[in-house]
């Protein structure tokens, strides 16, 4: 990695595979940004072919953006798992003032989406981190019939498809363009 690049971490869980496919669209999105690279890491390899993220991925990381399907309207437990034992890099400050944002997927429209974010970004807003979510101005959060909400992009398995549907990718996608940007920006 170059000194200079940006760096921006996205891990995520996923059983059925849908959060993972939706970590590789908001990664093109964030390379989209000239001097910004993203770093996919997992929590659980079982079903994954992305490495396991490590501590030292958090210190070397400009930006944070987890993902985890919903479970009961929260994050996974593998998930949950990895954020509970980041207590050393809380103590030390690790991610402070590091823009940070969370994505989900869930198999059921109304299957707590929204509160698995927000449950996402709290132990985020307890590290310091400075959350980054989908604004009004993403047209696709008008006409998108199934994920896709302000707090972050979200996927939902119609029919039990994990096929991320067109606004839900061009959701994923400006996402990771604009958090690219904006952690470009407070780099500087």
């Not at 001097?35 to 930006?63: F, H, M, Q, W, Y």
């Not at 969370?102 to 996402?120: I, K, N, R, Y």
């Not at 998108?144 to 606004?167: A, C, M």
Request: glycine share 10%; charged share 20%; aromatic share 6%.
């Amino acid at each position: 990695m170059l000194s200079n690049m940006t760096s921006i971490l996205i891990i995520y869980y996923s059983r059925n595979g849908s959060t993972k496919k939706m970590a590789r669209l908001i990664s093109r999105g964030v390379e989209t940004i000239e001097g910004v690279e993203s770093k996919i890491r997992t929590v659980d390899n079982t079903n994954a072919d992305d490495p396991l993220v490590e501590k030292s991925d958090l210190d070397n990381c400009d930006g944070l953006i987890i993902g985890s399907p919903t479970h009961f309207g929260n994050m996974a437990a593998p998930m949950k798992e990895f954020i509970d034992s980041t207590t050393e890099e809380w103590f030390n400050g690790t991610l402070i003032n590091k823009p940070a944002g969370v994505f989900t997927s869930t198999s059921s429209m109304h299957g707590g989406q929204e509160t698995t974010l927000l449950s996402m970004m709290l132990p985020l807003i307890h590290h310091g981190m400075i959350i980054v979510g989908v604004p009004y101005s993403e047209n696709k959060l008008s006409s998108t019939l199934s994920g896709g909400t302000p707090y972050g992009p979200t996927h939902v398995s119609i029919n039990k498809s994990s096929e991320i549907s067109d606004d839900e990718k061009e959701i994923c996608i400006n996402y990771g363009k604009r958090f690219a940007g904006i952690c470009m920006r407070n780099k500087s």
